[in-house]
């Protein structure tokens, strides 16, 4: 068998560039902000955090664009689900561009004199828009490993595992590592090939059948019988007249 990792490999670095990095973070924030990322997704903390933001009346653009009617009734299930992952992840997006927008609020009512209190409710504010804008790239992380499952090979399908830790790369790190395990795993599973010849005497090639004719069966089916007029036949083909009575 042909190894083709490192082809693979090539495919899928071949639009990626060599990040390059901003000065570093507190250790505190940075600490904080991985484990907003790697961690599992705390639904009942999202869901309270959703409770206090809602999208300002005068400014609804920033809520998530519903599907019109005229379309959702027309489309297929399948196309329906699709559509609403993707507004789950614009709901995302969007509380944390409500949070935003409450934080410039502040600054604004401020007068450039912020005050300890002020700055909590900032604080508060920019983690609660950090724990969204994390559930939406976790989302879309997830998605496009979807997306890129079926262009793979069959045997390497498992290096798009949704439950595996999240990363600098979006397949994980020790990639080639995964794709030799994963093709030992499949050739296993498959055990050996056995090949076997093919028995000619079995298929050999028949046009038709002939059908097998009995002595009962008429060559003229649709000839009406002589039976009864006027004529008989014996066992070799000989006629006989009719017998008449004296």
């Excluded at 196309?79 to 561009?97: F, H, N, R, Y």
């Amino acid at each position: 068998m042909v190894d083709h990792s490192d082809e693979i490999l090539n495919i899928l670095g071949s639009t990626e560039s060599t990040p390059t990095y901003a000065p570093p973070l507190s250790d505190a924030v940075a600490l904080s902000f991985s484990q907003l990322l790697s961690g599992k997704f705390d639904k009942e903390k999202l869901n309270l955090i959703k409770d206090k933001y809602g999208v300002p009346e005068n400014c609804k653009i920033m809520g998530v664009p519903k599907t019109n009617m005229e379309i959702w009734n027309v489309i297929p299930p399948r196309a329906k689900s699709v559509d609403l992952m993707w507004q789950g992840v614009q709901s995302s997006i969007s509380i944390a561009l409500v949070i935003q927008a409450r934080i410039f609020e502040i600054l604004l009512k401020s007068n450039g004199v912020i005050s300890m209190e002020n700055k909590r409710t900032l604080a508060n504010f920019q983690m609660d828009a950090a724990h969204y804008l994390a559930s939406a790239m976790k989302e879309i992380t997830l998605k496009r490993k979807t997306q890129l499952k079926p262009c793979l090979p069959v045997e390497i399908q498992g290096i798009c595992n949704t439950q595996a830790a999240v990363s600098e790369n979006l397949f994980g790190e020790n990639l080639t590592e995964q794709i030799k395990l994963l093709k030992s795993t499949s050739t296993l599973l498959k055990g050996p090939v056995i090949r076997t010849q093919p028995n000619f005497r079995t298929s050999r090639y028949r046009p038709y059948n002939r059908p097998q004719i009995t002595q009962r069966q008429s060559l003229n089916p649709g000839r009406p019988s002589l039976r009864g007029q006027g004529t008989s036949r014996g066992r070799k083909g000989r006629s006989f007249p009719p017998h008449r009575q004296q």
